[in-house]
């Protein structure tokens, strides 16, 4: 990728020359005065711009180019200004030098120092680049892909630093958009099967009729549409780990083929009569209470205590003191870092919001939010209504904690609904959840769909 240049020159002839002898190196902009060079710096943000002191209206004066200088410097302290001057003119060189330009040339330009001032330009413009990335990681705060400050979060990375070295089963469990399936991977990255397959399967995401082929894979002509052989998912994790996501969702009949794989360690195929070996190591996931749903009937005794051999419990957002700050500080770095766009922060009523808003959907919810509010802010700042949190935090909560959490969750679910037309599954996308959690919140909350 070609480095990007600004040029400012009110001389055609002088904008020709270089964009002709410079072409090659660099992605080139050019302007003629201030109102033409602050628009393509706004638009493009080359970290190295040529400005010419004598401008319109008054080219005779270095006033306008010092003025576009302060401009430049005030949207972006980073960028390195080359200040283009006549040799008569070297005290307002200097006095620019003062205000905060990188470097100055006289005329005429000798187009080979141009080049090397340029390559030292570009080459320090990066190094800056670079070290303020690597200041804006969090140290010590970052766990295999997770990131999180706060005594909650820590205990879990803690946890599975444990867990990875065994080759147990593990039941991740936690609200929806917490982070589970990152924490499976964790595990997986840390365990001796590192080098072997991660395969997931969501189990309350596929149909009931298809979940079992998916699982166990099927021979061909096992059913209506089996035209060839298909290994199931179980299969495909072969010498890795195999994480069964919303496995409450299983149906019974299935948990029973579950049971059996998970004590023998071997699968048939649907529709085959080969036992085949597995050797795969098994994580689960969960949003709800395995332990309520084996006594309400609905999950197997058995199973559960096969795949709870040891439980990690992921924390909600709301319960990890000043993560939430921490991630959405992160994830906003992040997209100015991969837009390339000009910075923007976060207001101080955003913040406010941001701390204040319960978050029923978690880490996923706050990236949904805080991504589409980059996208949609034209400004230098991220507000509330940006994020759409101003209606969302500005109703007190009423009576105890969990009426206050079921008031502002029903009130987030009904105005999904009524954005999306009583699409579910947009409902659910904008609200960061599975359409099985999305489901499980309208039954508990009494939310009928219309």
């Known amino acids: 990728m070609k480095s990007r240049l600004l040029i400012v020159d009110d ?52 006033e306008e180019g010092l003025a576009i200088l302060g401009e430049l410097l005030a949207q972006d302290r980073a960028a390195k200004v080359i200040i283009i001057t006549g040799q008569s003119e070297k005290e307002n060189a200097v006095r620019a030098i003062g205000d905060g330009a990188y470097d100055l040339l006289c005329k005429p330009v000798q187009m080979e120092e141009l080049k090397i001032i340029l390559q030292r330009a570009f080459y320090v413009s990066q190094l800056e680049r670079e070290h303020r990335q690597t200041e804006r990681k969090p140290s010590g705060q970052t766990f ?9 979060i820590q205990v879990v990375f803690d946890y599975i630093r444990k867990v990875a070295g065994s080759d147990a ?42 979940i079992e082929s998916e699982l166990f894979g099927h021979e061909k002509g096992a059913f209506t549409g089996a035209h060839a052989q298909r290994l199931g998912r179980i299969e495909m994790a072969q010498g890795g780990t195999l994480l069964l996501d919303e496995i409450g969702e299983l149906p019974l009949s299935l948990q029973v083929k579950l049971l059996r794989f998970l004590q023998e360690q071997s699968i048939e195929r649907v529709g085959g009569r080969k036992e085949i070996h597995v050797d795969a190591r098994v994580l689960a996931a ?29 924390p909600a957002l709301r319960e990890r003191v000043g993560d939430t700050r921490l991630l959405a500080e992160n994830l906003l770095a992040e997209l100015i870092q991969e837009s390339g766009r000009q910075p923007v922060k976060f207001s101080a009523d955003a913040w ?74 947009a409902a659910a996308s904008d609200l960061g959840v599975s359409r099985p959690t999305f489901y499980e919140l309208m039954e508990k909350l009494g939310i009928k769909r219309e």
């Open 11 to 62: 001389d055609e002839d002088i904008r020709v020359q270089m964009k002709w002898a410079l072409g090659n190196d660099c992605d080139i902009r050019v302007a003629e005065d201030r109102a033409s060079a602050l628009a393509a710096f706004r638009e493009h943000q080359p970290p190295v711009v040529l400005l010419d002191l004598g401008l319109p209206p008054h080219p005779g004066s270095p």
């Open 144 to 152: 295999e892909g997770m990131l999180g400050a706060s005594p909650q």
């Open 169 to 210: 089963p593990v039941l991740i469990q936690g609200e929806s958009g917490t982070g589970k399936e990152m924490a499976s991977r964790a595990v997986h990255r840390l365990s001796r099967r590192k080098n072997g397959p991660f395969t997931a399967i969501n189990c309350g995401a596929i149909p009931g009729t298809l």
């Open 286 to 314: 969960t949003n709800v209470d395995l332990k309520k749903a084996v006594a309400d009937g609905k999950f197997r005794e058995d199973l559960y205590y096969r795949v709870a051999v040891v439980t990690v419990k992921i």
């Open 352 to 425: 406010r919001a941001i701390e204040r808003y319960h978050w029923p959907g978690n880490v996923r919810e706050l990236e949904n939010r805080v991504r589409r509010a980059f996208i949609m802010t034209e400004g230098r700042q991220i507000s509330a209504d940006d994020l759409e949190l101003t209606t969302a935090t500005d109703k007190p909560p009423v009576g105890s904690l969990k009426e206050a959490r079921e008031a502002l969750e029903r009130e987030m679910i009904e105005q999904s609904l009524r954005k999306n037309n009583g699409n579910i599954s």
